[in-house]
């Protein structure tokens, strides 16, 4: 339950409250990451917080999927937030929208029983890593995209990745300053993929360390241009030790695309992000 609807129930207030899912989209170049900050410190959750009291005529509080990092973008990060304004699905989205910032939108809201909660009746969530491979850093994306000069062996790479599918202790993969209670989790499946001049990896699991993805990202581009062995992913990944690992790969390559929930809530689905990617073909 709500501290809102906490607070009604105190008061006596008949209101009837609904829960809310919705789909959120953004650029987290301009933003500390997704989790409100201190007053001064910009945060995606305090303008999409800001936008929804706006438009339901009374403060709300979001919980969401994943909390992102600094500069870590989203193609559809899932929230949820109890309201008592009568609201069609378009009317919060085209209202939310218009008091939004530009790197910021809604995609899809809809009506959730109480059960659902955007992070605890989540199954997976899925990132994809988006790597500019070209000798030539580029001007546009510059800040949604990690630009990799070296050229990058595909196959090497794809190799190198699986052995990190499956449940393993991620510990060597994950940052040293993780809170989480457990370094084991289970890779669904963790993919490379050529789109012209761009190498998407894709991994989808149960859950994520912090800097898990970014972490793997660094050890297979060390893989990708020669300097490390392909067995190099299944030593790190072994050592159970973060200072095994390579560097840590910049955040703005990375977005939260999309997030399983049991189908009883029967989420809306949209294409896979970002959006840049979704006109583009696999290319050999």
């Not at 599918?165 to 989480?180: L, N, P, W």
Request: hydrophobic letters at 45%.
């Amino acid at each position: 339950m709500s501290d809102l609807r906490t607070d009604a129930a105190a008061h006596g207030a008949a209101a009837v409250f609904s829960r809310i899912a919705a789909c959120i989209e953004y650029r987290g170049t301009a933003y500390r990451g997704w989790q409100r900050q201190q007053p001064g410190v910009a945060s995606v959750q305090e303008a999409v917080e800001q936008a929804l009291s706006r438009v339901a005529n009374h403060p709300v509080q979001v919980s969401c999927a994943g909390r992102t990092d600094a500069g870590v973008h989203a193609s559809c990060q899932v929230i949820h937030f109890d309201s008592n304004a009568r609201r069609a699905p378009l009317n919060w989205i085209h209202g939310v929208n218009a008091n939004l910032p530009a790197d910021i939108s809604m995609s899809w809201a809809c009506v959730v029983p109480d059960s659902f909660h955007a992070r605890f009746s989540a199954m997976a969530r899925r990132y994809r890593y988006v790597i500019y491979n070209d000798p030539v850093r580029p001007a546009h994306l510059a800040h949604e995209v990690t630009w990799n000069y070296r050229p990058l062996d595909l196959a090497r790479m794809q190799r190198a990745a699986r052995a990190l599918v499956g449940e393993h202790d991620f510990t060597s993969y994950r940052a040293i300053a993780c809170q989480a209670k457990s370094p084991v989790k289970t890779v669904h499946h963790l993919e490379l993929i050529r789109f012209g001049r761009f190498i998407v990896l894709d991994i989808r699991a149960n859950a994520f360390l912090h800097h898990m993805v970014r972490n793997i990202a660094g050890v297979l581009m060390q893989i990708g241009t020669g300097e490390r062995p392909e067995e190099w992913a299944a030593e790190v990944l072994a050592a159970r030790d973060r200072r095994a690992g390579g560097l840590t790969a910049p955040a703005y390559g990375l977005y939260l695309v999309d997030v399983t929930y049991p189908e009883q809530y029967e989420l809306p689905q949209r294409y896979m992000g970002p959006h840049f990617l979704s006109a583009l073909n696999p290319a050999d």
